[in-house]
């Protein structure tokens, strides 16, 4: 196969796949906690918002991205005021929350910039760029620059961070004595109460986790995938992220591979376009971009029966007198 088309799909499967990657990981802090976050999908556009209206504005990358991250944990503290502190039904709380995100982004955009819901375009200074600019197109005849350089190179600096969560997130649940009491509290939160721990304060801290990384996903969608925000720009990649994580099993390594199978077969699609097929002709644009989610409802059809969920998800803790 010709490097140039693999560099493109390799770079392209990685890109795709970090904002999936950074929500993904989010979901699994939140839900092996046991606070089930159908919630993913508005706090990354909440987040995304907040980044292009905050860059835009003060010209500041660094705004940006800590006004997403605050959005989003503010978010998160409301879904664990609603389901933790007051033990409403988990997941109504996420679809409300998707609601609201989705309108209320729409309406301060509109409030705010008069653009139609859109947030003015963000400078290119401003925006996050390639590490190795060097590396930022393949060339042909050379494989080892095309397909390692472009390939796995030419990216910037929230990718490499979304796959180093990764690894932060097993490590920190499978090697840490408080991501040992997080995952225990989403297992037997009667026994970790009984050991002298707050169910509640440990599902805070993982949720405030989870607003973290949902504000880099969606500042990525604004400050490197995108010049700016528009109404309803994460297009259902929360809930493909939740598909991620529970054809994962709920374990980061796991959920990468289902993010990165997304992310492949998006960017398979995306070169798929306009692409004449023996005896098909031209494959309809309207099929190759419905692909991704094809996939996330067959991956949760046929896994989600045998994916065995934490025991304590979903279910509000009453303190035992």
């Known amino acids: 196969m010709d490097e140039v088309l693999i560099a493109s799909v390799l770079a392209s499967t990685l890109r795709v796949s970090a904002p999936l990657l950074l929500c993904a990981m989010a979901g699994v802090l939140s839900e092996r906690a046991g606070v089930v976050d159908l919630g993913l999908e508005g706090k990354m556009l909440f987040a995304a918002f907040a980044a ?3 860059a835009s504005v003060t010209h500041s990358t660094g705004l940006g991205l800590l006004a997403a991250m605050a959005v989003a944990c503010c978010a998160s503290l409301v879904h664990g005021y609603a389901c933790v502190t007051n033990r409403g039904d988990q997941v109504v709380s996420g679809v409300a929350l998707n609601m609201i995100a989705a309108g209320l982004t729409v309406v301060l955009g509109i409030a705010w910039f008069q653009q139609g819901g859109q947030t ?16 930022a197109e393949p060339q042909a005849g050379q494989w080892f620059a095309s397909v390692f350089g472009h390939g796995l190179l030419s990216h910037n600096v ?6 180093l969560m990764v690894a932060a997130v097993w490590f920190f649940l499978e090697r840490t004595r408080p991501g040992l009491r997080l995952r225990a509290v989403g297992e037997n939160p009667a026994m970790v109460e009984a050991a002298g721990m707050s169910v509640q304060g440990l599902r805070y801290q993982a949720l405030l986790m989870n607003g973290v990384l949902c504000g ?4 990525y969608l604004t400050l490197a995938q995108n010049a700016s925000f528009s109404p309803n720009m994460t ?5 493909i992220a ?4 529970i054809f994962g099993k709920w374990k980061p390594l796991p959920t990468m591979a289902a993010c990165l199978l997304f992310g492949f077969l998006d960017a398979v699609a995306i070169r798929l376009q306009g692409v004449q097929l023996p005896g098909v002709g031209e494959v309809p644009v309207q099929l190759i971009q419905a692909l991704p989610y094809i996939l996330t409802v067959v991956l949760l059809a046929g896994f989600i029966g045998s994916a065995i969920a934490p025991k304590a998800l979903g279910r509000p803790y009453v303190k035992e007198r």
């Open 52 to 54: 292009a209206a905050t």
């Open 120 to 135: 003015p375009p963000i400078a290119p200074e401003v925006r996050l760029t390639a590490m190795a600019p060097a590396f």
């Open 158 to 163: 929230l990718v490499y961070v979304a796959f």
């Open 216 to 219: 880099l996903a969606g500042s």
């Open 235 to 239: 297009a259902g990649r929360g809930f």
């Open 242 to 245: 939740l598909a991620a994580m």
